[in-house]
């Protein structure tokens, strides 16, 4: 039934706008209308929003001007602008986010791909895809969400859909940009860039601090925040702009670091209601240390404005140790913090020496160091040709791309008491004998997208290619040197074609209709036989403009003949990354995007409006369960956790060439944190939250500015998560203000 109503709204909405081409005069319309797509930069998904709104997908681009407006430093207060994207919160400045594109799993963004300038970012794509490492979106000049059919250009996550980060690009000429600001939690931010171009070279550098002493309460007063330096530097060289074959070679050098006293471990539900801000004393020592060097170099041949060949080679290394509490041990036993938050009456002195209640004997409190090393690195190449016949227009792009990743551990837990609510260190333990083992991939990928354009109809048939060979060599806890005496190994190999097919059908100006389908696919774990996670995805959508009114309404359902769940630590489970079979699953749900402008007659004073909504239902079409398996035990019916049914945000922004003020307002539905179906249990409930940001601009000059930024302008005091253990709140207000300068 839900299914023939999208279908019918879908219909009733173009009928409606079909039957009034001639609203508005269209000799007034602007010519690019009638221009065909056509690749303006390399390393991007889109460039800009015209090519987003054309896609025979659903696609959104965040554009420099929106990204200025917002002036956000957290990314998943950027994204919740995009329909179909569902954020779960972690600590309240987006370090770690944790993102869903139309019903994937959320946990460290590990089921979506993501990209930074077209490149693979996560630290280990294919072998450990858990973003540990996100970049920061305070340096990006653009970000691209694609979703929907087409995507099979971007792998290997084709099911939810792709995010690229566009980052800081070589200015044609020289200029420069600082902005500094400061506020609440002494949190502050630092930001240069620099940059110009000749007519054979071109540069850029930028360098980016962001530190905060955090919103929680810990000891006497401790740090609950983080500190992280973030540095960029472009190079380019160029033949002439007049040479019969143009060329460019770019270097690209990007290094990144971290210390955040973050943790794993929340509250419980009787301790959130008394303080939500609280820490337990048996955190003192949680610690996130992580740092990120990226080398890529991006070669461009234009053999003419219709023939480009883009060659990327890029290498990416990223190092963390998340040294936190893991068990804590009473009366002989051992139990995980994730299960005493869930139960502290069945373990009252377990829960006792965590919060500090309780001065515990030697080695009660566990503290693991959650060492890993991650290596990325790879070559691709995207041939782009496109040419005209009488009537249409036909763009060939062809990909391939060689890839290996590895994710190497080498962890320890480490033994303390807690006396007097402080840490005393009882047990150095040995390195590697927690976790000893190298996780890798290697993997060759090809894509073909044929777009074919005739009149208004547009179709893009596509096909991509995923070879991937899968290993792991477990040293044992009982070898930390690595000798290779009791090593052992499992292989797994895939070799799957991924196909989809879009299609765009523009009745005029004002009124198209879009949709597709296509193969969702994601990899499988190492371990011998494990098959990857498939399904079937669907679309359909409309995109309209009508007496000022614009917008985007689409359905969607994705089929899923295997979803795989992965045991995260992150997201409750034990940690062992080890994937399982979850079965036939269904996501369908509705996206509606909505831009009205109120002053759109004034000249000098603008005043839009945007509206965002997401509805997802979820369900599980089988029955399983397992005391790993991070789900619970599921039955057939039952809905995905941490999904929420609805989702609605609403920008209003007052513009004018000397100040802006824009109000920012999202609902996040309440969602389920274990697998069920009918009202949720309220220990197994995130509440839903209304959450309203407030920015704000001042130019003084073309060149000088004052920004100004509150952060949960009522003051709302809401959970956001029951994973990695207890609850966990979202940001309280906080007022942040700055300057801005540039050349």
Request: aromatic share 12%.
């Amino acid at each position: 039934m839900k299914y023939k109503l999208i279908l019918l709204l879908l219909v009733f909405t173009t009928q409606v706008f079909a039957q009034n081409p001639n609203e508005t005069n269209e000799t007034t319309l602007d010519s690019i209308q009638n221009l065909d797509e056509v690749l303006l930069k390399s390393n991007v998904i889109f460039g800009n929003k015209y090519v987003a709104k054309n896609r025979t997908g659903s696609a959104y681009y965040i554009s420099p001007e929106e990204l200025k407006k917002l002036n956000y430093t957290d990314i998943n207060r950027v994204l919740q602008t995009v329909p179909g994207v569902t954020i779960v919160e972690e600590e309240g400045f987006g370090l770690r986010p944790n993102i869903s594109l139309r019903g994937t799993s959320p946990d460290r963004s590990a089921k979506i791909t993501l990209m930074e300038d077209g490149v693979l970012i996560a630290p280990a794509p294919y072998s450990a895809s858990s973003a540990y490492y996100f970049p920061s979106v305070a340096r990006m000049q653009a970000v691209e969400v694609l979703k929907g059919s087409s995507q099979v250009q971007y792998g290997p996550f084709t099911t939810g859909g792709a995010i690229n980060m566009v980052s800081t690009q070589i200015p044609d000429t020289f200029g420069g940009r600082v902005k500094a600001s400061y506020g609440s939690f002494n949190s502050s931010q630092f930001y240069a860039t620099l940059g110009g171009s000749s007519e054979q070279f071109g540069y850029n550098i930028e360098f980016l601090n962001f530190n905060s002493d955090g919103f929680k309460n810990l000891g006497d007063d401790l740090n609950t925040g983080f500190d992280k330096n973030d540095v960029v530097a472009k190079f380019r060289i160029n033949s002439k702009k007049e040479a019969k074959t143009y060329q460019s070679l770019e270097f690209k050098f990007q290094y990144a670091d971290e210390v955040s006293n973050e943790t794993y471990l929340g509250l419980t539900d009787a301790d959130f209601a008394n303080n939500p801000f609280d820490r337990y004393a048996s955190s003192l020592e949680d610690e996130m240390t992580n740092d990120h060097v990226q080398f890529m170099i991006t070669h461009q041949l234009e053999f003419s404005k219709d023939f480009r060949i883009t060659t990327n080679g890029y290498y990416n290394s990223f190092s963390r140790n998340w040294y936190k509490l893991n068990d804590i041990v009473a009366n002989d036993e051992k139990v995980g913090i994730a299960t005493i938050l869930e139960q502290p009456d069945l373990y009252p002195t377990h829960y006792a020496f965590t919060t500090g209640a309780l001065d515990s004997p030697d080695d009660a409190i566990l503290v693991k160091a959650n060492n890993r090393d991650y290596i990325s690195k790879g070559i691709q190449t995207k041939f782009d040709y496109h040419f005209y016949n009488d009537n249409t227009f036909h763009d060939i792009e062809v990909g391939l791309r060689y890839h290996y990743d590895e994710e190497d551990r080498f962890q320890w837990k480490d033994g303390y008491r807690i006396t007097d609510g402080d840490l005393v260190l009882t047990t150095d333990a040995t390195r590697g004998t927690d976790a000893n083992r190298i996780s890798s991939a290697t993997a060759f990928s090809a894509f073909a997208m044929y777009k074919f354009k005739y009149k208004n109809l547009t179709l893009t048939p596509g096909l991509r290619y995923e070879n991937i060979e899968l290993q792991r060599e477990n040293y044992g806890t009982d070898d930390p040197f690595r000798s290779g005496l009791e090593i052992s190994k499992r292989e797994n190999k895939v070799d799957v074609f991924i196909p989809g097919i879009g299609f765009n059908y523009k009745f005029n100006n004002l009124i198209s209709v879009f949709g597709g389908v296509h193969k969702g696919f994601s990899p499988p774990g190492n371990e011998e036989g494990q098959e990857p996670e498939e399904s079937i995805n669907y679309e359909l959508g409309s995109r309209f403009s009508f007496n000022g009114l614009s917008g985007e309404l689409i359905g969607f359902y994705n089929d899923y003949s295997n979803l795989l769940g992965s045991d995260l630590a992150a997201s409750g489970g034990t940690g062992t990354l080890d994937m399982f079979n979850a079965g036939e699953v269904s996501v369908r749900g509705l996206e509606l995007l909505l831009n009205y402008d109120i002053l759109s007659k004034n000249d000098n004073i603008s005043l839009p409006i945007n509206l965002g909504y997401t509805y997802t239902d979820t369900e599980f079409l089988n029955s399983f369960g397992s005391d790993d398996d991070i789900w619970g035990t599921v039955t057939e019916g039952d809905e995905i956790p941490y999904i929420a049914k609805h989702q609605l945000n609403l920008g209003i922004t007052l513009e004018h060439n000397k100040y802006q003020i824009a109000l920012n307002g999202r609902y996040n539905g309440a969602f389920r944190t274990v697998s069920g179906t009918g009202s949720i249990p309220d220990d197994q409930k995130v509440d839903s939250a209304i959450v309203l940001d407030l920015s704000t601009r001042y130019n003084f000059t073309k060149k000088l500015s004052i920004t100004g930024n509150i952060i949960n302008l009522l003051d709302n005091t809401y959970a956001v998560s029951r994973v990695p253990a207890g609850l966990r709140p979202g940001h309280p207000f906080g007022a942040y203000l700055g300057l801005e300068f540039q050349f």
